[in-house]
């Protein structure tokens, strides 16, 4: 987001509102701002064009596609400063949906779908453990998944 950009009461709704739904129409936004739909559509490109609303991108369900098993694996790094090169080349396995740089018992943390524990056990011993760089893994498996929701949108007095 750009230094002298606000984000306003108006901004603030909107956000909240297509946090919960992002398919809703402009124009049903706009009815529950109490403004014109072209208020709404200029509101949100703008929040675009700031870095305030990124991306768009339809959610598909692991599950549907054969991917059972949902996976965290706590990497070891020999050394930090390997981060980039380790995140390149873990970038280049699919099954892998998120990395992160982090700091506590893992120098990094990735998310990852398996179809089955077998394919699990290849992306670990085959992939992940055979790139220059990695120590240890430590494995954990969602067992479900209980809360998956965007940041809420608060208003505060100020706005």
Request: glycine letters at 6%; a negative charge; proline letters at 3%.
């Amino acid at each position: 987001m750009q230094k002298n950009e606000r984000i306003d009461a108006l901004d603030k709704k909107i956000l909240s509102i297509l946090a919960k739904n992002a398919r809703m129409p402009f124009k049903d936004v706009a009815a529950e701002c109490g403004v014109s739909r072209a208020a709404i559509h200029q509101r949100v490109q703008r929040l675009m064009d700031i870095g305030v609303i990124y991306g768009s991108a339809f959610n598909i369900n692991p599950k549907s596609l054969g991917y059972t098993t949902c996976t965290y694996v706590g990497i070891t790094l020999e050394r930090g400063n390997m981060y980039r090169e380790v995140a390149s080349q873990l970038n280049l396995i699919p099954e892998i949906v998120e990395c992160h740089y982090t700091t506590g018992s893992y120098t990094m943390l990735v998310k990852l779908y398996a179809r089955d524990n077998e394919q699990l056990m290849e992306l670990l011993n085959d992939k992940l453990q055979n790139i220059d760089g990695v120590v240890s893994t430590e494995t954990l498996i969602s067992l479900e998944q209980s809360i998956k929701r965007e940041i809420p949108v608060v208003l505060t007095d100020e706005d």
